[in-house]
Nanobody, 122 residues
C-alpha cells in the first residue's frame, strides 16, 4: 500500500512564496515520474510541473520562471517551490507519482495525493 501526503498549502499574498511537499510512504521500491497538477475552481485539472527520474524538468508556460520542482528520492519526498505567486495560481495542487512497489517491482502504478489548497489573495 502506498500513500501520498501533501502539505504546504495556505493563504498567501500576491508576490509571496510557498513550498509544497509530497511525501510517499509504504512499500516503495522506486519513484519514476513526478508530476504536480492543479485544479482551479470550476476548471479542469492541469499539469503544472514534472520531473523525470534523471532530473529533467518541464513546466507549464504560466509558471515558468516562478516555480521549481525537485525530488528527494532517499526520503520519497517531492517539492514544488512556488515564487511570485499570482491570484491565478489559486487552486488545489495535487502530486502524482509513478511508483513501483516491493510487491510488484515490474509494474509502475500511478498514485495521487489528496491535494493541498493554495489561495493567493490580498
Amino acid at each position: 500500500q502506498v500513500q501520498l501526503v501533501e502539505s504546504g498549502g495556505g493563504l498567501v499574498q500576491p508576490g509571496g512564496s510557498l513550498r509544497l511537499a509530497c511525501v510517499a510512504s509504504g512499500s516503495i521500491a522506486r519513484i519514476y515520474h513526478i508530476h504536480w497538477y492543479r485544479q482551479a475552481p470550476e476548471k479542469e485539472r492541469v499539469l503544472v510541473a514534472a520531473i523525470s527520474r534523471r532530473g529533467a524538468t518541464t513546466f507549464a508556460e504560466s509558471v515558468k520562471g516562478r516555480f521549481a520542482i525537485s525530488r528527494d528520492d532517499a526520503n520519497f519526498t517531492v517539492y514544488l517551490q512556488m515564487n511570485d505567486l499570482k491570484p491565478e495560481d489559486t487552486a488545489v495542487y495535487y502530486c502524482n507519482l509513478g511508483i513501483t512497489t516491493l510487491q510488484e517491482p515490474g509494474s509502475t502504478r500511478n498514485y495521487w495525493g489528496q491535494g493541498t489548497r493554495v489561495d493567493v489573495s490580498s
